[in-house]
Structures are given as C-alpha cells and as structure tokens.
C-alpha cells in the first residue's frame, strides 16, 4: 500500500550518528517499485553509506534521468535536495550544479537505459571531465519502465521475456568509466550489501569522478529462463497476474563471500550468476591493469565486484577549470560587476 505515508514517530531508542541523526532521518517515501526489486536494496545501501558517514542531509543534492532507477532518489534521502531530469540528462543537470555550488554532496543515480543509450553521451562527458560526484548505475539489464525491452548492458545471447535473443554486444560501463579517466570505479551487487555500502562511502567521500555499476535485477521483465541479470523467475501462471501488475514477493538474494573468490549465485529461475570479488592483492590504483583485470575475467564468464579502480591523487572539474572556491551563490554585487575596466581586459585577452 504505497499510497500510505510512513509513520513520522520515531522509537526513542533508535541508534544515532556523530551528528544526532537516526536512519530513519535518511530514508524518504515509501517505494512503488515492484516487491523484491533490487533498486530498493540500494535505496537501502545509500541510506546506510549516509547515515554511517553522518553526512547532514540538507548538504546532499541527488539527482535522476527517467526509468525505475531514477524514480529511486524518492525513496532515500527525503530532507536532501533533489531533481529528477529528462531521460539521459541527469549528468548534464548535475554538472551545472556541480559549478553553481561545489559545497554539496552530489549524488547521481541513473539506470543502464539513461545512461547506457540516450544518456551515453552525458555520462561520457561527465566522467572524462572529473564532475565530483558519486554516480550509481542501477544496472538490471532491461527497459523496466517500457515493458522488458534489451538494454545497451543486456549479454549478448541473453533472452527477453517474449522470446526474443539479444544479437547485440553489451556495453560495459565500469569498462568504460576506467577508460574515459574516472578516477573511482566499482562495481557491485544489490544483493551484496556488504561490498555495497562501503563502497558507496569511499564514492560519497571521494573527491573526483566516482563511478559505481551495480547489477540489480528485475523481477517483473528479466527474472526469466535465458535471462542473465534475473532476480526471479516467472512461472507459466504469473503471465497473466503480471499483466495485471501485480507482483509476487520473492526472497532477496544476497552473498557473503571472501576478497579473491569466485561465488555462483543461484537465481529464482535456475540460472547461475558468477560474481568474483576482486583479490586483496588487487592494485586498484594501475588503470591498465584494472582494464586488464574486468575483460580477461569477462572471458571468463565472471563479474568482477569490488573497487576496481581508484585515482590516489584526483581532481575535479573546478580545479581544472581554476574557478572560485566559493558557491556562485555566495558572490556578492561587487564580484558579479567588477566594472568597465575588468570587462575591457577581458575583451582584449579575447582579441
């Protein structure tokens, strides 16, 4: 019962942070996503990255394209600042925001259609142009929003819920993120709330491009025979009550496993998903070996979790353009109108 708004009593025991706060000052709607959904897993993990960091809410701004991933951010986070985009927009929105005020936390959360397809471009050029943010990829294979179509991450050879095989070969967005210069790259599992949350704090806290992929499966379009992100499965009998969209709720799946192991998750339909978890030997910090690392296991028919990448010395996007250490908000009139002779100089450094 969605339409319910959850309770504002608070138990009076609920442990705090360093700044007072319970977790339940981080959480924000209740979902509307489907029971059992993995984005509601990391709505779950960026709540608990938050309130562990006792980051004040009102100095995070969270940002969102169009799909079930970017319909997330209602669900967390309810006292920060937020705007929800056009479809593939989000980078661009956040980026402006980004130079109008770099004293916030910036969080972006994006889907493998927003960002892997109209929104390919947006996440290009905010990566390679070291926008300090934390950008998640809510990654579940699939059009949730628009009835199970391939998305640009579906495996090649994958099968969609009608039948049809994927002819395509995906895009691997951790992949490209090493590539375009980001300066933090992860990848993840919604299940895996272990690997997930502290990953999610060492992207919060980064200062630089973070970039974190999390598989999150789709129990409604991709929980299938033949699906290779599923979270559940489908019996022939559920045909007709998922058209009426009423969803089953299914057991969350999660994890355990050590640094350096490969572990086969067994998914509702019978399909296996391999995840490895990168090595405590792992150089985060080598980008040619990171790259190196994420096809030579690909393969190999393994996922590789963990922090995959981190830049040790990273810059951001204000120091690279040399801009003012403030908030544009902050200038006063004596700084947005220095006067004729400032905007002469200007012109003639233009000449």
């Known amino acids: 019962m969605s339409y319910l708004p959850k309770p504002k009593l608070h138990h009076p025991k609920l442990p705090t942070n360093a700044i007072g706060l319970t977790r339940r ?42 799909g079930c991933s970017s319909k997330t951010p209602t669900y967390f986070l309810g006292n920060a600042h937020g705007f929800n985009s056009v479809h593939g927009r989000m980078p661009s929105v956040l980026t402006g925001a980004y130079l109008a005020n770099r004293d916030l936390v910036y969080l972006g959360v994006s889907g493998d259609g927003d960002s892997a397809s109209i929104g390919f471009g947006q996440f290009a ?20 929003l628009t009835k199970g179509q391939f998305s640009a991450t579906s495996d090649w050879g994958s099968v969609a819920k009608k039948g049809a095989i994927n002819t ?3 895009i691997d967005l951790a992949a490209i993120a090493v590539q375009l210069g980001a300066t933090f790259v992860a990848r993840s599992f919604s299940g895996d709330k272990e690997q997930l949350v502290p990953l999610i704090e060492a992207a919060l806290v980064h200062d630089g491009a973070a970039f974190i992929d999390v598989l999150s499966p789709c129990v409604a379009f991709n929980n299938h025979p033949g699906s290779t ?10 045909e007709a009550l998922n058209k009426l969209d009423i969803m089953l709720r299914r057991d969350e799946i999660t994890v355990q496993y050590a640094p350096g192991e490969v ?18 030997g792992h150089d985060p910090t080598n980008r040619a070996s990171a790259m190196h690392h994420i096809l030579e296991r690909k393969a ?9 990448y981190v830049d040790p010395e990273p810059s951001a996007l204000h120091e690279h ?19 004729v002779p400032a905007l002469e100089a200007i012109n003639a450094s233009l000449r």
């Open 321 to 339: 353009l040399g801009t003012m250490a403030g908030p544009l908000n902050a200038l006063g009139d004596a700084d947005l109108c220095p006067g």
């Open 168 to 170: 395509d070969q995906p």
């Open 263 to 280: 572990t086969e998750v067994t998914q509702h339909d019978g399909t296996t998903l391999r995840l490895r978890k990168l090595h405590e």
């Open 300 to 308: 190999a028919g393994e996922i590789v979790t963990g922090l995959i």
């Open 229 to 238: 992100k599923s979270y559940d499965y489908v019996r022939e009998h559920n």
């Open 125 to 144: 050029h905010s990566i390679r142009r070291g926008v300090n943010m934390c950008y998640i990829v809510e990654n579940n294979g699939v059009y949730g």
């Open 25 to 66: 000052d981080y959480e924000g709607a209740i979902s509307t996503l489907c029971a059992g959904c993995g984005h509601d897993s990391i709505s779950a993990a960026i709540i608990q990255a938050c309130f562990n960091l006792s980051l004040p809410p009102h100095r995070i701004a969270k940002l969102s394209g169009i």
